[in-house]
């Protein structure tokens, strides 16, 4: 039986030979590009909504820090969860509002040549009718051609390889696939002047997302630390900033990350693996 270990190692390994497949293939993955969008809804007839906008990737996910539920026009509604990726295979071009009446609420929306593991499925609903999401999903731009013949010779089989021959090999493809991906963790950091911890552990950093404002004087530092506010600083941003500003990064952490934040300093969401 396989350990947690060799499971996660055989999962990047495969992850990076569909990459190779790609590149051979003449398909290069392309980085993830994230906008931030103000949605907004006051009951009567201002609402502000988003469009589904591929950016030339293949896939499209949308972050929210709060739940609502958006209109998809003809093909009904789709119930958005706080706080997790939720996939939005829809046609380019379509746009998106929220159903019912909500406070201005800054979204993440990620276009991406790659999945995002654990993120929700799209299940739209309808008053009147079931809506089957398959017949109204779009088809994203720049789909990966079907191989045959000699390319999937090319092949690696992954299953055959054998962990314990070549550990630090396996941690190595482990380490690459993981900064290449999209980010698969959050969390969000309150206002305070309090330490909170986003990751015990090392992992990847990156795309800070401001969900409340902050007055706070100094600065919000992260640290490369998995229990308090010392070591390497990872990341700083002034603690006075304004809803919806995002800061779009990527690096290391080699012990963990934790938030330092300050006296009315904004609450903001992390982004990591």
């Known amino acids: 039986m396989s350990t947690p270990f060799e499971e996660e190692m055989l999962t990047q390994l495969r992850l990076l ?9 003449g398909q290069d993955i392309a980085a993830p590009i994230d906008t931030s969008y103000t949605i907004a809804n006051d009951g009567s007839t ?6 589904i906008d591929y950016k030339r990737r293949k896939h499209l996910y949308v972050f929210s820090p709060t739940a609502f539920t958006l209109n ?3 093909f009904g509604n789709l119930a958005i969860d706080a706080q997790t990726w939720t996939e939005l295979p829809y046609k380019e071009g379509l746009k998106l509002y929220p159903t019912t009446t909500l406070a201005a609420t800054n979204i993440l929306v990620r ?3 790659e999945t995002i593991s654990g993120a929700e499925s799209a299940t739209a609903t309808a008053a009147s009718s ?3 999401v398959a017949q109204v999903a779009g088809v994203a731009p720049n ?3 079907e191989t045959s013949g000699n390319l999937a010779a090319i092949l690696l089989d992954t299953a055959d390889i054998e962990l314990n021959t070549a550990p630090i090999l ?3 493809l482990a380490n690459n696939a993981l900064l290449s991906a999209p980010f698969n963790n959050n969390a969000s950091v309150p206002t305070g002047a309090a330490n909170t911890v986003i990751k015990a552990s090392a992992g990847v950093i990156g795309n800070v997302v401001v969900t409340t404002a902050g007055t706070g004087a100094g600065n ?5 630390n998995a229990t308090t506010n010392a070591g390497t600083q990872l990341f700083a941003f002034p603690a006075t900033v304004v809803v919806g500003t995002t800061f779009q990064f990527i690096g290391w952490a080699l012990v963990g990350m934790t938030a330092q934040n300050v006296l009315n300093g904004p609450v903001f969401t992390v982004f990591f693996s």
């Not at 030979?17 to 293939?25: C, F, R, T």
């Not at 919000?220 to 490369?224: A, G, K, L, T």
């Open 143 to 145: 789909l990966a051609k």
């Open 17 to 25: 030979n569909a990459k190779m497949l790609s590149l051979m293939n």
């Open 170 to 172: 396996a941690a190595q």
């Open 72 to 74: 998809l026009n003809e």
């Open 46 to 51: 201002v609402t502000q909504g988003f469009p």
């Open 130 to 132: 079931s809506v089957n």
């Open 111 to 113: 276009a991406t040549d």
């Open 220 to 224: 919000v530092i992260i640290f490369d």
